[in-house]
């Protein structure tokens, strides 16, 4: 079956812009997760899903990052006022309900100049 | 004190060899513990996943677990050029019982015909 998907692959903006990234999990995972991972670094938890709500934004940097998910399945991360630290590839990763396997994505890798 | 903390290498063997990875955890709660596959450009694949301390094995690989001491390492026999790429050791510390993962930086593993 499909794997989860992530659109675009990459993506370039310009500091100060707004951008969204969105994610499709793998069919009938309810559980959907986003991480960053930077150069040389490990993935780092941002937000979790449980269905249609965050159960755990504890990650997100800031405020100008917000995720959404409204129909329980596709999920958007968006964030504003883009800074050349946003810079980083962003994982969406999903799983089944009470599993504990995380399968990822392959990435959006976000560059902003 | 790192999370969870890897050794980064690179880790160098010989076509053949055994590779062994280790990683530490701080959090005694910790439940779930997972090694990630990641080639240079692409997401963390998922290779092994232990709940229970001991051994546990899957065709090459074997994931062992020790809680008393905190340490889970991953062992890959009969090494092969294509397995050269970091590893990522990830732990489930199940806040409120559902999966965050909090990852280490990663080994890398060169694998040399």
């Known amino acids: 079956g499909a794997g989860v998907s992530q659109t675009p692959s990459n993506k370039v903006t310009e500091k100060g812009k707004y951008v969204e990234l969105r994610c499709d999990p793998i069919s009938g995972h309810t559980a959907l997760y986003w991480y960053r991972q930077s150069l040389g670094q490990g993935p780092e938890f941002l937000i979790y899903?449980?269905?249609?709500?965050?159960?755990?934004d504890s990650g997100l940097p800031n405020d100008r990052f917000f995720a959404v998910r409204p129909e329980g399945s596709v999920s958007t991360l968006k964030i504003q006022r883009t800074e050349r630290g946003d810079s980083a590839v962003y994982l969406c990763?999903?799983?089944?309900?009470?599993?504990?396997?995380?399968?990822f994505g392959p990435g959006t890798r976000l560059t902003v100049l | 004190q790192k999370e969870v903390e890897q050794n980064s290498g690179p880790l160098s063997v010989p076509e053949g060899a055994i590779a062994s990875l280790n990683c530490t955890y701080s959090?005694?709660?910790?439940?779930?513990f997972f090694w990630y596959r990641q080639y240079s450009g692409k997401s963390p694949e998922l290779i092994m996943s232990?709940?229970?301390?001991g051994d546990k094995e899957d065709g090459r690989f074997t994931a062992q677990l020790n809680k008393a001491s905190q340490y889970v390492s991953l062992l890959i026999r009969d090494s092969q050029p294509s397995d050269s790429a970091t590893y990522l050791c990830?732990?489930?510390?199940?806040?409120?019982?559902?999966?965050?993962?909090?990852f280490g930086a990663g080994t890398r593993l060169a694998v040399h015909p």
């Open positions: 899903f449980q269905g249609t709500g965050a159960a755990d």
């Open positions: 959090d005694r709660g910790s439940q779930s």
């Open positions: 990763a999903s799983s089944q309900t009470g599993g504990d396997e995380q399968f």
């Open positions: 232990i709940y229970s301390n």
């Open positions: 990830a732990v489930n510390r199940r806040p409120g019982g559902y999966n965050k993962l909090i």
